[in-house]
């Protein structure tokens, strides 16, 4: 009943008292059996917490609460909800200005978001990884980032994909890869002109995909840019 409660008056802006329901939710957790899906909750409402805290500006109860969940998350072995946690703890470092735990947060996170194949979470860190290495004042690789966004925009605009979807042959497959391309070309895009490039993520691509080497970025320029 708390946990519904809070998330009712978390929908009103009411974040205060959201908080209230919130703990006590939490605080009726330890009479109940420790099962996996009591603890499962009590991270979940940590992470509840997590929101209507950060929105009231307690920060310090934030990073307190998603210590307690990444504890707990581990324990667990719950792969998905450490993602989350790892993905807010590297949003909550840059929130605060500290970039050099951010960026010794963010590749963690982002490897725990890319295994569970969460594309949300995934974004994020890499959003939030890649500011916070842009202020550290790190730029190197953009040329190499152009490049794979250009193949990434071919590799998209492919004419297999429309092919195989008009014949009905791997329809899903189609679906999927160009969702894949255009997702990363979308990211890329994100990186170049909002944050720094994620040179580890861009090896990984480029591993994946590096047909046409010499593949020129200035080609998608305006005149002007030319």
């Not at 790892?86 to 840059?94: A, E, K, M, Q, R």
């Not at 909002?194 to 200035?218: H, K």
């Amino acid at each position: 009943y708390c946990r519904q409660a809070g998330d009712k008056a978390q929908a009103r802006s009411a974040h205060r008292e959201a908080v209230g329901y919130f703990e006590q939710a939490l605080s009726a957790l330890p009479h109940l059996p420790e099962t996996r899906d009591i603890l499962a909750q009590a991270i979940d409402l940590r992470l509840a917490l997590r929101s209507a805290l950060r929105l009231l500006g307690d920060f310090g109860r934030v990073l307190a609460y998603l210590r307690e969940a990444e504890s707990l998350a581990a324990a667990l072995d719950d792969q998905h909800r450490l993602g989350q946690v790892s993905v807010f703890l590297l949003v909550h470092f840059f929130l605060m200005s500290a970039h050099d735990q951010a960026t010794g947060a963010g590749p963690p996170a982002l490897a725990l978001a890319t295994a569970g194949g969460d594309v949300i979470l995934q974004a994020l860190a890499h959003q939030y990884l890649g500011i916070a290495y842009h202020r550290q004042g790190d730029n190197r690789r953009a040329i190499d980032c152009l490049k794979q966004a250009a193949r990434e925009l071919l590799l998209a605009q492919s004419s297999d994909w429309p092919f195989i979807l008009r014949s009905g042959t791997s329809p899903n497959y189609a679906r999927q890869r160009v969702k894949d391309h255009l997702l990363r070309f979308i990211a890329l895009h994100e990186q170049l002109t909002t944050t720094r490039v994620d040179e580890v993520w861009l090896s990984q691509i480029e591993a994946m995909d590096n047909l046409f080497p010499g593949v020129d970025y200035r080609y998608w320029a305006t005149r002007t840019e030319k």
